[in-house]
């Protein structure tokens, strides 16, 4: 019996000698099955097992786009005001420095500029963990300066869309960035620079009415949410039960709204192949 009971009393541990699992070391995905966290980042944050696309951020989508994980931020250091006084369950002032501290993030998008596969490439691109990915007036500016400096220095512009929607601490102003980013957009298709859109999970409300599906090439990563309001809402709104895999990038393809579904794996040649047939240039 003396291996279901202590035989000696009062055994202290070190706290620095205990011994913990540490955290991270595994990922479930939706499906049940179990991936070392390890494996998971060498297989681009996509579940081997199951091919799920885990939600990823800004860092994760630079380092499998850019070159050498090299490029160059572009207004890294814009941050958003609390020009309203917002206050709900807390103030928007403090919501804000919540996050920064949170995701060491400045905002809900960032910009990046380098070589991918050889070719300059502006790529913005939203981070969920920052209020949801939620587009305001931040949001608006940097993807507006982003296409800005696509125009002035011709180069091919990438959005990658991952967000709830507009950012309701900001009212009217958030909603001004929908008609901003897509005169930005007309500006871009004048000056006939390629510009593609890679929404990813997920892309819903305000971003998807604006920059999201604007594209000259609209793509997505498997499995992605891509609708305006969400299936609860359009349910209730409707008053009909919903196909099955309703607004799964799956879905919205068959259904016309996107030109290919990506693999994160194929998403480096497949983005500059786009490009190149679209620039009617040597494929790469």
Known sequence: MAWFKRTEKGIQTATEDKKDVPKGLWYKSPTGKIVDAEELAKNLWV?????????????EYFEILFDDNEFTELDANITSKDTLGFIDTKKYSER?????????L???????????????LVVCCMDFAFIGGSMGAVVGEKIA????????????????????GARMMEAAYSLMQLAKTSAKLAQLADAKIPYISLCTDPTTGGTTASYAMLGDINIAEPGALIGFAGPRVVKDTTGKDLPEGFQTSEFVLEHGFLDFITPRKELKDKLNLYIDLIQNQPIR
């Not at 804000?96 to 060491?104: G, R, S």
């Open 47 to 59: 579940s081997p097992e199951d091919g799920f696309h885990v939600r990823i951020g800004s860092k």
């Open 96 to 104: 804000l420095k919540d996050a920064m501290d949170k995701t060491k």
């Open 106 to 120: 400045k905002d809900a998008v960032r910009t990046g500029v380098g070589k991918s596969k050889g070719k300059e």
């Open 145 to 164: 300066r982003g296409i800005d400096y696509s125009i002035k220095n011709k180069i091919p512009f990438l959005m990658i869309s991952k967000s709830g």
